[in-house]
């Protein structure tokens, strides 16, 4: 399914009002149809689900929010229940546990299953973590500005995003105000069809950015604009450039690697369906495929 489609069938989903009994939930990276029966259905036996919700502290029954070919995710109120055979993102939950960056989701326990039951080894750990938005409550798919953000971030090699700057609205305007002091010698007309990088990098050797930060501004801008095209035809032009939003969904989503890295988390699989929007707030909501650096014991539920 095409993700056009996909963000098509989610928003209808969003918008539906619960009288109409249609339920659709992401399976295996595709929005599904289930029934309410099988919104409820729950893989393991009705001993476990009373001590994992005792330990995870969960009220209320389990409603399927998804499922992929790691593990399954099962809304409890404002909780979600993960049961997953990815280690890696149970390593990497388990280093984030309590703590808070928002625009990542917010892990509260993470344990092993207690080994009692027969089916612990095919999805041995467990996740809770806040639920992001309740499925009619506004929180839905990247909008199209954030996919394209999403998708280019994860094909960059370029290691800034995982060393963020916490200032990078204050970068935007020192770009901004060197632009403003040299425009007679730097915004030129014939740059149209050549690379405006060689502009760029003289725009930042006149602006009191510090190396670090001329290398997240220069970072965005070839996620944002790309370093051909007509961003530097007229000082206006240049500054239309430079209010694209998407800056700001860099920003965000690089501030978000950065928190996860100085946890010792690298993430590696950035995608579109690891990610919702919220309010224009874009969050990380799977944190697996992650390298995680040092020693990590998880501990069985208890």
Known sequence: MKMNSLME?????VNET???RVYKRIIL???QVVTEEQLKEFPLSKEELEEIKEWGE????PMLLGTGTMGSAYQFGDKVLKITLDEAEAKAAYKIAGKFHPNVYRV???AKRSGKYPEDKLRPFIIVYELVAYPN????????QLQDVVKSIYNSKENIKYFWVDNFPEVMKKFEDALEKNVDKLVVPELRYASNEPLIDSILKYSDMSSKEAQAFKFAWG?????????????????ECLNNKKFEYVNKIASGLSFL???GIRFMDLKTTNVMQVDEEPIIIDIGKSAVMGYVDIPKIS
Do not use: Q
């Open 223 to 239: 996620i944002v604009a790309g370093f051909y095209g007509k961003c530097f035809h007229s000082l206006e032009n240049a500054k």
């Open 9 to 13: 069938s989610w928003r209808g989903f």
């Open 18 to 20: 619960s009288s109409t």
């Open 29 to 31: 990276n595709e929005l």
């Open 261 to 263: 890295m100085e946890h």
């Open 108 to 110: 509260l326990k993470v």
């Open 58 to 61: 969960l009220e209320g029954d």
């Open 137 to 144: 409550d506004g929180g839905e798919l990247p909008d199209e």
